[in-house]
């Protein structure tokens, strides 16, 4: 492994797409004028987003982490812009912020998987529901934005990208398929 001198550093940029992106220098030279937030914005917002994307592996939660610094930095203009470091102080706001993220978003994937699992539909329906979920996958789409969805075949069409009458073969199938189920009863298919 070459060191960062040796070039190993500006090959990695290059491979993520940040190879004009300048390194993290120790001090900003912004004063607390609002008017230079502007250039500092343009100058240091591709930069930041590169250091947190390395950071939490994950380019849509950089980005929105640090534009949301970059706007309370905006907030708070007077005092920011006189610091040593404004850059610092957004990279430090910007990583609490993607932190705060990823654990919101694990607390509601446990949120829902626990709703799922706590979610039992009653019979008959639980039972429909049941097979529906049985189904081929177009046939149950077709079959829930029809009769959960209220959407006309139509509709169906355009939302999937498909045609109208293969929305009207496949509603069909759809149907021949629960009505046979339904016919055989929950214990004769076991």
């Keep these: 492994m070459e060191n960062v001198a040796g070039g190993t550093a500006g090959r990695d940029r290059e491979v993520l797409g940040i190879a004009s992106v300048s390194p993290i220098r120790p001090r900003d030279d912004v ?14 917002h ?14 849509p939660v950089a980005s929105e982490s640090v534009d949301e610094a970059f706007a309370r930095a905006l907030e708070r203009w007077d005092r920011v812009g006189a610091m040593d470091r404004p850059s610092g102080w ?13 654990r919101r978003a694990g607390l509601e994937r446990r949120l829902l998987q626990r709703q799922a699992r706590e979610l039992d539909v009653p019979a008959p329906a639980g039972e429909v529901w049941a097979m529906v979920s049985a189904l081929p996958r177009r046939e149950r789409e077709v079959v829930v934005l029809r ?4 959407f006309a075949e139509a509709e169906i069409a355009a939302c999937l990208r498909i045609s109208r009458s293969t929305v009207s073969t496949t509603l069909r ?10 016919d055989e009863g929950p214990d004769d298919h076991d």
């Design 90 to 102: 957004v990279f430090k706001v910007a990583l609490n912020v993607s932190r705060r993220t990823a």
């Design 31 to 44: 004063s607390a004028d609002k008017g230079v937030f502007d250039s500092w914005y343009r100058r240091e």
């Design 147 to 150: 009769h959960i969805g209220g």
């Design 173 to 182: 199938s759809a149907h021949r398929r629960l009505f046979q189920l339904l």
């Design 46 to 59: 591709p930069r930041l987003v590169a250091a947190l994307f390395v950071v939490t592996g994950d380019l």
